[in-house]
């Protein structure tokens, strides 16, 4: 399994980012993926989902309303379009696929690929 998150970076307040996941190693087409981020000092938390078909996404609260999921099952890969980004954005940006779980959803591979670092300034 290789999970290869990149398109992070440093920007201010209000901006955008496109964050992409190129996924090898199982079978990508059939499985939901998610995005998930992890703060410093801070768990892991869940972002935003989508289904196998992209019938069904799940943006989780905090960042609802500005990120939009999407996926290219004949790339392998997962994207995440962040808009009006905030301060407390700021993290380490991971994909994996993953079932839900209750009001969340939580990561199917025990792999976790190296993440993309997203920092947003004030």
């Known amino acids: 399994v290789t999970l290869v998150e990149s398109g992070g970076g440093l920007v201010q307040a209000g901006q955008s980012l496109n964050l992409s996941c190129v996924a090898t190693?199982?079978?990508?087409?059939?499985?939901?993926m998610a995005w998930f981020r992890q703060a410093p000092g801070k768990e892991r938390e869940f972002v935003a989902a989508?289904?196998?078909?992209?019938?069904?996404?799940h943006i989780a609260d905090p960042v609802e309303g500005r990120c939009t999921i999407s996926r290219d099952n004949s790339k392998g890969t997962v994207y995440l379009q962040m808009v009006n980004l905030k301060p407390e954005d700021t993290a380490v940006y991971y994909c994996?696929?993953?079932?839900?779980?209750?009001?969340?959803?939580?990561?199917?591979?025990?792999?976790w690929g190296q993440g993309t670092q997203v920092t947003v300034s004030s």
């Open positions: 994996n696929s993953a079932v839900r779980s209750g009001t969340t959803w939580r990561a199917t591979q025990e792999y």
């Open positions: 190693g199982f079978p990508f087409s059939n499985s939901a």
């Open positions: 989508i289904s196998r078909g992209s019938f069904i996404t």
